[in-house]
């Protein structure tokens, strides 16, 4: 029985290759706490829902309901859930296991952000045709983008109709934008925002990470947790599987 419902779970959170199933089954923390009894399928939903919307707590729980209902009693419901020791213990791992990547994540947007047209052309000094006079203009070297590494920051290339190469950068401001609501989600007192424990892993370097990890797998024993059963601390109606 709790391999069909552990089957059930990871094909509604998106895992649908049959070939690798079981290997997900026995290895996603979220899909082991609900096989374990240690959340309900619609908790395991809302955390994976709140993983990978961006933080927001209302949204993730209005996706894992089955009717409508009014914001507010999302909200009311998601806080509820938020609150329960099982649910913030998972989420901590959960953002401890991805703040690994992190970095990576994070060191790509600021390369697009810091993107340059120096990267792209070089300045040189030619005659003008009309006057003779000389005259700078920015010629494309797409060699110096390839050689530095750079020329994955170049969304489109293209020639228009006289044979002049237009290059169009990544989008700037919204790396920009995507770091700045990076750095919004670090705010105290907001149930949607990282938790104050995921900050202070953030600031750890990568071995540092990798050995708090191993602090989060002794601490986080889901089979003994498996055998408290699940903690029902709302009076709200939640929907699910």
């Known amino acids: ?5 552990g089957k059930k779970l990871a094909r509604t959170l998106g895992f649908l290759d049959e070939e690798t199933l079981d290997g997900v089954i026995e290895t996603h923390p979220t899909i082991q706490a609900y096989i374990n009894g240690a959340i309900s399928f619609v908790e395991a939903m809302f955390i994976e829902e709140y993983l990978s919307n961006g933080f927001n707590t209302t949204e993730a729980m ?12 999302y909200d009311r419901i ?6 329960k020791p099982t649910v913030r213990r998972l989420l901590s791992r959960r953002l401890a296991e991805r703040a690994l990547d992190a970095d990576a994540v994070l060191a790509m ?5 810091n993107a340059s047209m120096d990267d792209f052309v070089e300045i040189k000094e030619v005659v003008d045709p009309a006057t003779g ?4 203009t920015a010629v494309p070297n797409l060699k110096r983008a390839k050689e530095s590494g750079k020329l994955h920051l ?5 020639y ?13 401001d919204k790396a920009l934008d995507m770091l700045s609501k990076h750095l919004g989600l670090f705010e105290l007192d907001n149930l949607q925002k990282v938790p104050q424990e995921i900050i202070e892993l953030l600031k750890l370097s990568g071995e540092e990470k990798k050995a708090k990890l191993g602090e989060y797998s002794k601490l986080l024993n889901w089979e003994e947790d498996g055998k408290a059963g699940h903690e029902h ?6 929907s699910g599987g």
């Open 109 to 113: 947007l600021a390369d697009v952000a």
């Open 233 to 238: 601390g709302s009076d709200e109606p939640v």
């Open 1 to 5: 029985m709790a391999e069909v419902d």
């Open 78 to 83: 998601a806080r509820n859930v938020m609150n």
């Open 62 to 73: 209005r996706i894992c309901q089955t009717k409508a209902l009014e914001r507010k009693t």
């Open 133 to 136: 006079e000389g005259m700078w």
């Open 160 to 172: 228009d109709s006289n044979g002049n190469l237009k290059i169009k950068l990544r989008d700037q």
């Open 154 to 158: 170049a969304k489109e290339l293209q």
